[in-house]
């Protein structure tokens, strides 16, 4: 980014920029609605268009971003997605796709890059799907390669030793758990790449929903693992891409 | 103890048991000295005799105790004691044994029983063995057969597979962990013995003095876990010594 | 296990088994649906079959599970299950049996054994009632021997030292109670049997939905008292099964 | 103390009373030190004088508002207090006195009254005594009658039992325990008198600090129990003596 | 109680009382229903019957707990009642009352005394009216003397102070607030009676349901305050109804 | 108001005032409606008039309350309103305005004043605007000049950085953040005014229902930050308001 | 500094500033230490200079941090200082003061403003005393006119209303507790300007280091009351100093 | 590892390698120190040695690990460790090197790779560099390129923004901040890297030990940010390795 200012700044010494356009273009890149101010300028600094939380927004606001975002030809995603969500984006973008297990609601731009490695996710049981599908969701939206591998807790380790195979062909795993939380502890003692481990609520009593998982993974004894929020499969899928980004612009 | 009772009362209607001596005996079974009332019916009641948690007592205080307990025929095992209570106890109990990497102080009764069965101590890592051999220790003295196995770790679940065979000897299994606290549903999953899982105050950070492993055992996705207190070794050993005592008197 | 493995490699070296099949005995006894991944092997790992934590399942994934457990022969067992899920159950396998209290839904193995020993399940209140009986329809459904004996709770101690008898012919007792959760120290100081303390959600303000029970039953002052989670009924059921396991083998 | 006001306005409407005094009346009645603001008033509204709370004052602050309480003739009642404190006072009121255990220093008034009732200080355990003695030491310099009973924890719930008859002739009980804090529970269901249950800190682990007790006590499913602050023997013995005064009031 | 113990065991040794029936008269005093041990010995022990508990049971069991209380002649009082629990009861007993804003049920026995003293039920704000009127409906049905003074939060300090009469003539007062729960520290520095402290549940974020009402009460500067569960008018009720029963005793 | 009770002492004084119309003038000045006591002084004391938060309030005590305070002349507020309460209101007081997103109604005073200064109102995200339209309408409604920024959350610092001129601006910014919270501390590196803090609940998992920005807030690394209770809208709004007063009476 | 940007921009373009210099402008000016880099742009953007916080800095750190400061013309300050730190900054800056009860080293610059305005600080008891000195030694330093009142708690309510006056004059009131933390609420009902609150760790047991008095003064049912972190005399004082701004800056 | 074992099996089945030696490769790859059971097979499987964890060994013990790793040929880095322990290790490993800011001891392999891309450590302020230096430190010794950038909070984010350079350069960043912990927010919105977030126990109050900044970071609105345990340097430095690994692999 500083390379552009440095470039702007010559242009305007040079008069080739007015010096009011380019006040406008430091300070300005957004899209105002009344209600938000979304971010276009998002996947020139990070790589990836702002994605919409969907909690606390109406529907209506939810339509008016992806719209605001589509126009800027912009891949949408918005997570944690209701029917009602869906179908008020449905009626301004007819493309938009709903899944009903992630809840999220996809309209993915044209020029989505394919990117190299691959994302594994696994969960420990079926409760996680959910979660799980909305990280393995966003990583694909954004142009990765997802795996999926259901189901293997720790309480029955052996599951996950014989897919050893899957974990070896990894670029980055995604570790889904609820309860004790120790799925990302013993995936990242057989495997040699990061493991971003999410938390979910599945659980009752002492598992506060999810603190228990929370806190465990924080203190893996196994390195190579760092944490999301609880439930949060779509920033774990987010950060798994931006891995698989690396591994594509270094080739 | 109802049956007792009964009989008491029949002899008092027999006039064998005068009323007087029949009250003392419902209402008063106790040692008074001045700052504690040792209860050494405690045997009678519940197979082993008072232990002496010796945190917030004086040396002189835990001798006494110490002392009304071996005069009672009864084993002394003082907790988290450190040099000054034990010299304070040896003073008196010339056979007490100190040891210092489990902190109990041990005056052994003769006529501790020998019990059937087998415990087995597992811990996720080296800094866990204080804690490990507190539990190691108390099944000992009690009269249980004890073995460890120590720094089996989730982060490299293979050590812990390799040892299968311990595991499927053992009556009753004792998983010591701090951090995540995830050895005992990764223990549990490969024995078909009860595993009591004590979490340690091992690790920092986000594990809260020991919180985060002791919520994660409470919320073990494998059945057949029950949990101490944090850093209670003796609790575990006390337990594992009872069901071994279940599986003498089975015999 | 290890001697399961021995013997494999000892027959592939013998050319009776070929190495690709030994090598699926290895890796592999799951049966995979799509969604879950059943551990079929764990009766032969812990003693018992999986059993269904449904929250978070549909009930049409819940009747598959069951159905998969079932086709091998084992035992199902469905806890915090409600009509919906028994329905869905129910028109797979006609003989499953739902406890609206207890809210389990099981079906029973033909070749349950029938263990030695004695559980007796007691609460603290009415209100504990639901978490009691799970506990006590888990034992039952994997062949231990139940006593229930309610409302014992600890503002009233008579009720409690007058089932003294009780007390003294159990194997393993479960106090299961909300509140201050003091039922299970009171217990263990009249049983020289182990004691595993349920911790229920009832109470309400600062019993923070069982947490202040957990503590209390966590820092129990008589050993011989080890915690399961929260309402967590199940749990204490099966260990209770395990320990008159022991009983019976060491017959 | 409405009755004052009434009674002064009539005076000052009389010319008996200028306007100044009974300004200075009404908004005006504490002694200032530089540091202090110390409520001379109070024994007058409360019915009795301020208490000094040692931590984070200087021994020298502590004895200049002991000295203005004595110069004013109140008792001195100074908690939480060491040696430097004591010494401090006794400097400029030679007739303190310290409680090591207790960790008071008190300079009682010479006209302090003697009251009806007797106040039972019970304990779960011998490490609970420097709390204990400290609700002790504030009920008889208050002037209660008070009698101690130590050591009677729920883990022995016989030797509790053995004093009914103490329990019985108490006009108010004070149960003072840590750990599970379940003393205050028993207690109450064999009393007909008011309980102040003082957690104490006295514990380890999920102890956390008293923090369990604390819950217990609150979550009593005895009614009758009130609890004041971990470790505040203080708050228990002034509350007694309160009630006590009640009894006195009322002959 | 011990008193009643050794007459019986000298009616034992006089043959005037036989053996068996002084074994059912020391261990068996209560009304076994299927679900719950109804304690009629507690009035017997504590001066006060059992009152019911109402979330967590079916209207049916209330309403049976509640017959046996009133064949025995005993006082009922339901609490945390609804409509339902409310009509299932008075079809068994046409007395019985229901309070909708207190929440209670009540069927008064007839022969409850009339207490000496005055119970002064103050609250912080109009929210916290349904746990005052349940204190306050509490110390009514027992015998107690009630007053109630709705609104005094410490914002208008002058509303209070207003009040100092009321104050004034109370036997002991009982201050109910939620949010930050400074009435009760206000109050007891303008009173010389105890007075027993009620958070709420009033309140939203920081306030966590009532948390932070609890923990300002527990840590009053004020001496002579004690605390109650949350939302725990009962308790509140109860406590003060025992402290003027030592006003009533001690005429 | 010490002026004013030195006045009335010397009216007393002078005959002027009866004493009993003293003493009534001192310690009286509340609307008593049977479940509330107005506090109608409260403008003389702080400024403003008494605000109803309706949360634990019936439609009808809102309406009643609203009703004493706009019969007195006085501005009526009321927070976290619904449609229901909203209805009760407009059939007492019809001028009353319902404001849906910030949930208050509002029936503003004839003579409110026009006040100095400007509130700037920032939100981080268009899930944040509830809370903050309730600052913003509270502000405009004691009569100080508001403007709103939405969306300018530190995901994307440049939509910040960007109204640079709007901060430089205001008198006072009130910061409303949910999440992390870290709203307010970028903006105060930013500003030379006072920023109030205004953490919300928007967020789910570790969020803890807003615990996480309260946290993130109350450790603000930039001086000139201080925090109201998350979503308390009405607190900041008020606060600003009370610094534009100060701006107002300055000139 | 949008008008600056605007203006940079126009100079650029005519000539008069290289892109160079405006580049560096516009991205460039701290101070750059070996281990820090002072923000030295500060007093430009936010009106007061960077305060250090010496825990975790080492002497020498704090010290150069000084000097960079005090170089620029910048009021050095310097909070939660011990002797170590101050001999550290005083061989560097000879004219630098230590309050040792405040925790404070300050060197003035020689151009601070007298601001308008008054700002009183009182505590509820001698222990905040640290604390409450730490506000008003920052509001001075940064040219505030500021009144301290001590001992002020509600425990004895007539020591506040007594000093009525002085909180009439008051600009902005900073009130400084812990324990309960109740002050800020009743000081602010008898107030008609903002209050800053300043919870303090001054409590023992369910204090829990200030917690409660955190959530009492974030829950306080006055309006008007603002709270920072516990302990943070610092902050309090620099907002106090904020407003006493506006009041200058209005005049 | 499949494939190793697809192998291996194939050799016992041609009779190249015998049954036993199979088994042993199996299951057993540790060195068994007393103590320990060093995993030196995590090369193998993870890409790394096992770090050594200080805290709770001896100074003997991390010495004999250590040894036992250089043994094999691999790096030694121990974490957390004081001079103690660097002596202990440098007496048997005289190249091992203390790092007093970082807590580290090093003794590099002699064939660690030298990776691509470059790893950038931001850290909030001055007093978290030691938790910074300790996530270099352990980049640089696995192989990593690493650079640095100390005290760039956002309380002057400008400092942040003038170093745009430095983050676009980089492949991975570590944001280390106690506090709010609001710098990985703020840089992840101005990265197209992932960013891994270190919460530091910095700050004092209601920072809790650094759960203030732990809980921001996770609920971050910025996506890409992913979080380590509190002060775990450590386990951000070895991700922060692997993800260069993968640029590296990818090459």
Not at 28 to 51: C, I, Q
Not at 70 to 83: H, M, P, R
Not at 192 to 210: E, M, Q, R
Not at 232 to 244: K, R, V
Request: charged content about 20%; aromatic content about 4%; overall charge negative.
């Amino acid at each position: 980014m500083n390379k552009d200012l440095r470039r702007l700044l010559q242009e305007v010494a040079a008069g080739s920029v007015a010096p009011g356009t380019a006040f406008d273009r430091i300070v300005n890149k957004t899209s105002d609605l009344e209600f938000a101010r979304v971010d276009l300028d998002r996947p020139h600094r990070t790589g990836f268009p702002e994605a919409i939380y969907c909690p606390g927004k109406t529907p209506d606001q939810i339509a008016h971003i992806a719209e605001a975002l589509a126009s800027a030809g912009q891949t949408v995603l918005a997570t944690k997605a209701d029917e009602k969500a869906f179908e008020s984006v449905k009626a301004l973008l007819p493309d938009a796709e709903f899944n009903e297990l992630a809840r999220t609601v996809v309209v993915r731009a044209s020029d989505t890059p394919t990117l190299a490695g691959q994302v594994l996710v696994l969960t420990g049981g079926t409760s996680d799907l959910p979660v799980a599908e909305e990280a393995a969701i966003t990583a694909q939206t954004y142009g990765a390669d997802v795996k999926r591998l259901w189901d293997v807790g720790v309480a029955g380790v052996h599951r996950l030793l014989a897919r050893q195979n899957e974990i070896d062909e990894a670029t980055v795993l995604i570790a889904v758990a609820g309860m004790e939380g120790a799925l990302p502890s013993v995936v990242s003692g057989l495997a040699d790449v990061p493991v971003i481990a999410v938390p979910t609520s599945v659980g009752y009593g002492a598992s506060f929903n999810g603190l228990a998982a929370l806190l465990a993974m924080l203190n893996s004894c196994a390195p190579g693992v760092s944490v999301v929020n609880i439930d949060n499969g779509f920033g774990a899928g987010f950060m798994a891409t931006q891995i698989c980004r690396i591994a594509t612009q270094s080739k």
